[in-house]
T-cell receptor, first 119, second 111 residues
Framework: DTGVSQNPRHKITKRGQNVTFRCDPI?????LYWYRQTLGQGPEFLTY????????KSRLLSDRFSAERPKGSFSTLEIQRTEQGDSAMYLC?????????????????FGAGSRLTVL | GDSVTQMEGPVTLSEEAFLTINCTYT??????LFWYVQYPGEGLQLLLK?????DKGSNKGFEATYRKETTSFHLEKGSVQVSDSAVYFCALSRGYSTLTFGKGTMLLVSP
């Protein structure tokens, strides 16, 4: 088990371009999360999947953002028509939630993140 | 809505000093509370957690006690090391929901 893997680690793009990030979670984990972290701030929730179903989306996830987890394994986060305000670290995390688990059992394992710079 | 407030950093200490990083929260119900740590260039790692009032989470010499009466979860360590230099995030979750994080507190420990 190599933990949560994110690619690419760094992406520099011009405003208006599309970018895609990939996340490979821990293989036995059924939940996958995307967060965004800007300088000096804590991670902010974007969306999460349980297996292949996208169960919750934050208001931060505008129409230009789309996330998929087609087979319940890896996930992609695409940003269309990037803006300078999209510059941030995009974090992926995964967890295993079993039926009947106690509250607080949802422990997230984070990847190292994908840093986006929009020029 | 839920929120977490942490003391602003950086916190600068000499090795072997006592550490406290304050964290207070606002949430309905009975959230679970967490401390995550982020070392340079690495992902966030769970440091410790507590799931109910008066629980004490502990790991690697760090401790935090869930205080419902003061809605606090302060992180403490009796003797910090240079290797503890990192950014520390306090977070909460309700039920099985997602995490709400504070802004983080940078800790710098000098030899």
């Amino acid at each position: 088990d190599t933990g949560v893997s994110q690619n690419p680690r760094h992406k520099i793009t011009k405003r208006g371009q599309n970018v895609t990030f990939r996340c490979d979670p821990i293989s036995e984990h059924n939940r996958l999360y995307w967060y965004r972290q800007t300088l000096g701030q804590g991670p902010e929730f974007l969306t999460y999947f349980q297996n292949e179903a996208q169960l919750e989306k934050s208001r931060l996830l505008s129409d230009r953002f789309s996330a998929e987890r087609p087979k319940g394994s890896f996930s992609t986060l695409e940003i269309q028509r990037t803006e300078q305000g999209d510059s941030a670290m995009y974090l992926c995390a995964s967890s295993l939630i079993l039926e009947g688990a106690l509250p607080g059992a949802n422990v997230l394992t984070f990847g190292a993140g994908s840093r986006l710079t929009v020029l | 809505g839920d929120s977490v407030t942490q003391m602003e950093g950086p916190v600068t200490l000499s090795e072997e000093a006592f550490l406290t990083i304050n964290c207070t929260y606002t949430a309905t119900g009975y959230p679970s509370l967490f401390w995550y740590v982020q070392y340079p260039g690495e992902g966030l790692q769970l440091l410790l957690k507590a799931t109910k009032a008066d629980d004490k989470g502990s790991n690697k010499g760090f401790e935090a006690t869930y205080r419902k009466e003061t809605t606090s979860f302060h992180l403490e360590k009796g003797s910090v090391q240079v290797s503890d230099s990192a950014v520390y995030f306090c977070a909460l979750s309700r039920g099985y929901s997602t995490l709400t994080f504070g802004k983080g507190t940078m800790l710098l420990v000098s030899p």
